[in-house]
């Protein structure tokens, strides 16, 4: 079955530094796409970075990048240059295959910067 | 441009109570979806909308039901809420342009049942 697993339950990192948020995940489709989500404490759901199964190069989105090794079905997201803004819960999901829009997610990492 | 947008943010219910959560998105996406979000969980899936006239279920979709009569608005109904509905509600769409797939999604719905 189709999974999302994040081992981090929370992460501190230095302001100024880079952090990377791990996710793994577990298909059988050739064809997904994964993405990561912040959310704040305020409760909403942000967009950060999308990356395809067929895509080669790692997605970037300003100072996200997302670590995309296929082989080992892993899919982490560095955040560069951490900002005090970046404590937030961080959620990585998966779209299974296509046409099917089902999307899992996983448990979550809350990342605190430390000033 | 609004995006998604979900009423009412907060209600309280009483178990067995019925009610419908509101959705709508004015970006002319195709792909909507439900999700419910508990404490120290991720979101799950509740129903999701391929398009309008087509739903199917989740990975939680007991207890709720969906329609989509139009692309923009996808409501969603508990017919007799239970305490186990006590939950983040969050509606999403979703769009794939240029082979950049993007979800956006609404303020979310804290619902209280009692």
């Known amino acids: 079955a189709q999974k999302i697993t994040q081992t981090q339950p929370g992460m501190f990192v230095q302001e100024k530094e880079a952090v990377t948020l791990d996710c793994t995940y577990d298909?059988?489709?050739?064809?997904?796409?994964l993405f990561w989500y912040k959310q704040p404490s305020s409760g909403e759901m942000i967009f950060l970075i999308y990356q395809g199964s067929y895509d080669e190069q790692n997605a970037t989105e300003g100072r996200y990048s997302l670590n995309f090794q296929k082989a080992r079905k892993s899919a982490n997201l560095v955040i560069s240059a951490s900002q005090l803004g970046d404590s937030a819960m961080y959620f990585c999901?998966?779209?299974?295959?296509?046409?099917?829009?089902?999307?899992?997610f996983g448990t979550g990492t809350r990342l605190k910067v430390l000033a | 441009n609004a995006g998604v947008t979900q009423t009412p943010k907060f209600q309280v219910l009483k178990t067995g109570q019925s009610m419908t959560l509101q959705c709508a998105q004015d970006?002319?996406?195709?792909?909507m979806s439900w999700y419910r979000q508990d404490p120290g969980m991720g979101l799950r899936l509740i129903h999701y909308s391929v398009g309008a006239g087509i739903t199917d279920q989740g990975e939680v979709p007991n207890g709720y039901n969906v329609s989509r009569s139009t692309t923009e608005d996808f409501p969603l109904r508990l017919l007799s809420a239970a305490p186990s509905q006590t939950s983040v509600y969050f509606c999403?769409?979703?769009?794939?342009?240029?082979?950049?797939?993007?979800?956006?999604f609404g303020p979310g719905t804290r619902l209280l049942v009692l």
């Open positions: 970006m002319n996406h195709e792909y």
């Open positions: 999403a769409s979703s769009s794939l342009t240029s082979g950049r797939e993007t979800q956006y």
């Open positions: 999901a998966m779209r299974e295959g296509t046409g099917t829009y089902k999307y899992i």
């Open positions: 298909t059988s489709d050739q064809s997904y796409g």
